[in-house]
């Protein structure tokens, strides 16, 4: 039953040459899908373009569903898989940053880097600026230490917070991707094209 | 129809279909590994290396270095190095088979490749701030956390979102 790393299915020898290949699909699917093109990321906020859309919310649904159902099937414990813990103000003001910096930047740190490996300056400046910004956070980490750690909820689902059950969600986040893919579809036909 | 030696290049994937490779690949990795896929960790323990590197009594000390830090073993030993390496690698092999691989900048012809450099690292920068305050950037937090319904996970993928859209009209200058 899985996950497979935790219950010592798979040795942890092999952990890091899994790392390498996951990586490497990973790579390989955000560049094909053209994540390595800011002006075609960024087209999302202006209407020009929504593959960001459509990959993430089509993988974030095809993910869930496929995880859940290996649980009901028995395959895996759901319970198991990492969840994020909830440090509440610090996560607010972290996405806001973050939804700035892809705003200036055309990139997330995932995009920057296939950007970086088909030679686009810009994905290599712009992987020096979070490296600079992860520098600069550690460099003032004594400063902003009791912020950074305010509100712990700890590793909380939705399903604990709303006391709701998963399937719920699951079927609710796809119904919200047939909204988005149907109103992002209308929207790309009314919006002037860009060339890049 | 008219085809062009290059006309392939800008040839991407069916959004959908990307989008249902990637599905499938996270719910392999969560399968596996029992947690998703990340970005920023390995950027952040090349940091942790070259600051424990330059001063290892300093990064022993220090509250947020010290984390990352344990005297047996190298900070590079990292499942999110070696992903991260391969993410370098599966990108290089995809834009090679398109030939999409070359030194260049790309802007929006409204401004100069000197603007968008300016832009693009201040936008890294933002993000090496924010992910850190996050927990994780758009692929650990964003991404692999609403995967599994993490809470914290769909907070930051609306903060991310919601934000972006909210100023969108402020920089629309460097795209449109």
């Not at chain 1, 095809?62 to 319970?79: E, H, N, Q």
């Not at chain 1, 980490?141 to 969600?169: A, K, Q, R």
């Not at chain 2, 290059?6 to 994937?13: G, I, K, L, P, Q």
Request: glycine share 12%; charged share 10%; proline share 3%.
């Amino acid at each position: 039953m899985g996950p497979l790393t935790f219950n010592d299915i798979i040795s942890t020898e092999w952990n890091y040459v899994i790392a390498l290949l996951i990586g490497l699909a990973f790579g390989y699917i955000l560049e094909a899908s053209g994540f390595s093109s800011s002006r075609k990321l960024v087209g999302v906020f202006y209407g020009y373009d929504f593959v960001v859309i459509r990959v993430f919310i089509t993988s974030v649904s095809v993910a869930m569903i496929t995880l859940l159902y290996l649980d009901y099937l028995g395959f895996l414990d759901f319970s198991m898989l990492y969840v994020l813990p909830t440090y509440l103000p610090a996560q607010i003001l972290g996405s806001v940053i973050m939804g700035l910096g892809f705003l200036m930047g055309g990139f997330c740190p995932g995009t920057s880097l296939t950007a970086l490996a088909i030679g686009k300056i810009d994905g290599i400046i712009f992987t020096v600026g979070i490296w600079l910004g992860i520098f600069g956070f550690s460099e003032a980490y004594p400063y902003i230490e009791d912020f950074n750690n305010s509100g712990y909820m700890g590793n909380v689902t939705l399903m604990d917070y709303f006391g709701v059950n998963p399937y719920t969600f699951a079927f609710g986040f796809a119904v919200f991707a047939i909204v988005a893919f149907t109103v992002s579809s209308y929207v790309r036909r009314n919006v002037k094209e860009i060339q890049y | 129809m008219e085809f062009k030696n290059d006309s392939f290049r800008h040839v991407y994937w069916n959004p959908y279909f990307g989008g249902l490779l990637l599905g499938l690949l996270i719910a392999a990795t969560f399968y596996v590994t029992g947690r998703g896929v990340g970005a920023t960790g390995g950027t952040k323990a090349t940091v942790v290396t070259a600051v424990n590197t330059l001063a290892p009594e300093y990064a022993g000390n220090q509250d947020f270095y010290s984390k990352y830090v344990d005297e047996d073993k190298n900070p590079m030993e990292n499942w999110l190095v070696f992903e991260t390496l391969g993410i370098i690698i599966g990108a290089f092999l995809s834009g090679s088979i398109k030939g999409r691989v070359s030194l260049r900048v790309q802007h929006s012809p409204k401004i100069t490749s000197r603007t968008r450099l300016i832009f693009a690292l201040a936008g890294g920068l933002l993000f090496g701030v924010g992910s850190q305050f996050a927990r994780g950037c758009t692929s650990g937090a964003a991404l692999s956390g609403s995967t599994v319904l993490s809470l914290a996970g769909f907070i930051t993928m609306i903060g991310i979102f919601g934000t972006a859209y909210l100023f969108a009209y402020l920089f629309r200058k460097l795209w449109i």
